[in-house]
Structure formats: structure tokens, C-alpha cells
């Protein structure tokens, strides 16, 4: 079993700043890909931001130049720097990672329990 928890989500106000962290354990070989999502009430869940295992980065639009996303492939872990937040950032965060697991070699795409982030004056 794989499991990604999160933390660093809370209420902050517009212009703010947070930093999320995700960190991967368990039955791991080898981790491919890693990335945020978000999904506020009432709407799908849309791509963050990404990073490969040598730090190639992609970031939605309405992020760029606001949030960076960075790894550290020996904790397993991924961060989310979010600044100059804005009350439309407001969402639930979920990090996922592209996970070769151990011992059957199985590919697979896992999920965090999401984190909320709020943003409101």
C-alpha cells in the first residue's frame, strides 16, 4: 500500500501565503511523477501544478508566477509554495504521485486525502 499525506492547508487572507507538503510512503520502488490538484465546491478537479523526478515543472495558467511546486526525491516528498493567494484559490488540495510499487512492479496513480485552503478576508 501506498499513502500520501498532506499538510499545510488553512485559512489565509487574500495577498497570503501557505506552503503545502506531501510526503509518500510505503511499498514504493519508484516515484514518477508527482503534482497538486484542486477542486472547489461544485466543480471538477483541475491541475496545479507538476513536477518529473528531475524537477520539470507545469503549471496551470491561473497560477503561474503565484505558486511553485518542488520535490525532494530522497524524503518522497512534494511542496506547494502559494503566494499572493486570492479568494478564487480557494479549494480543497490534493497531491498525487505516479507510483511503481513494490513487489509486483504495478504502475499506479495515487491520491492524497486533500487539504482545505481557504482564502477570505
Known amino acids: 500500500q501506498v499513502q500520501l499525506v498532506e499538510s499545510g492547508g488553512g485559512l489565509v487572507q487574500p495577498g497570503g501565503s501557505l506552503r503545502l507538503s506531501c510526503a509518500a510512503s510505503?511499498?514504493?520502488?519508484?516515484?514518477?511523477?508527482m503534482g497538486w490538484y484542486r477542486q472547489a465546491p461544485g466543480k471538477q478537479r483541475d491541475l496545479v501544478a507538476t513536477?518529473?523526478?528531475?524537477?520539470?515543472?507545469n503549471y496551470a495558467d491561473s497560477v503561474k508566477g503565484r505558486f511553485t511546486i518542488s520535490r525532494d526525491n530522497a524524503k518522497n516528498t512534494v511542496y506547494l509554495e502559494m503566494n499572493s493567494l486570492k479568494p478564487e484559490d480557494t479549494a480543497v488540495y490534493y497531491c498525487n504521485a505516479e507510483v511503481v510499487v513494490l513487489p509486483t512492479g504495478q504502475f499506479g496513480d495515487y491520491w492524497g486525502q486533500g487539504t482545505q485552503v481557504t482564502v477570505s478576508s
Open positions: 513536477a518529473t523526478t528531475r524537477g520539470t515543472t
Open positions: 510505503g511499498s514504493i520502488f519508484s516515484i514518477h511523477d
